[in-house]
Nanobody, 126 residues
Framework: QVQLVESGGGLVQTGGSLRLSCAAS????????MGWFRQAPGKEREFVGA????????YYTDSVKGRFTISRDNAKNTVYLQMNSLKPEDTGVYYC???????????????????WGQGTQVTVSS
């Protein structure tokens, strides 16, 4: 089992940047595909992006491509979400998640992820 703790959220103006971090417990962090999701008030949780076990592959939802970058440091058991050119519609609670499936590619569905952090609030003011 792995425990995930997000940090780095906050209030930022439109066009600003934030970097979220997600620290994982345990010694098998490199075995997990790591994903980022977000949930705006009154909306369903949506996929933002994910990164492969080695960090060699990433996948993003269209609305954040070119603005967000996911990276990971397996030695530090940490995954990052660098968010640039933020927009008000990026506002929400951001969650990191771990997919423990053996093999397979990057999943975009929340149901594919087994472990979740508590979330960190990101608010982008207009």
């Amino acid at each position: 089992q792995v425990q995930l703790v997000e940090s780095g959220g906050g209030l930022v103006q439109t066009g600003g940047s934030l970097r979220l971090s997600c620290a994982a417990s345990g010694r098998t962090f490199s075995n997990y595909v790591m994903g980022w999701f977000r949930q705006a008030p009154g909306k369903e949780r949506e996929f933002v992006g994910a990164i492969s076990r080695s960090g060699g592959s990433t996948y993003y939802t269209d609305s954040v491509k070119g603005r967000f970058t996911i990276s990971r440091d397996n030695a530090k058991n940490t995954v990052y979400l660098q968010m640039n050119s933020l927009k008000p519609e990026d506002t929400g609670v951001y969650y990191c998640a771990a997919d423990r499936r053996i093999g397979g590619g990057i999943g975009t569905g929340a149901q594919q992820y087994d472990y979740w952090g508590q979330g960190t609030q990101v608010t982008v003011s207009s």
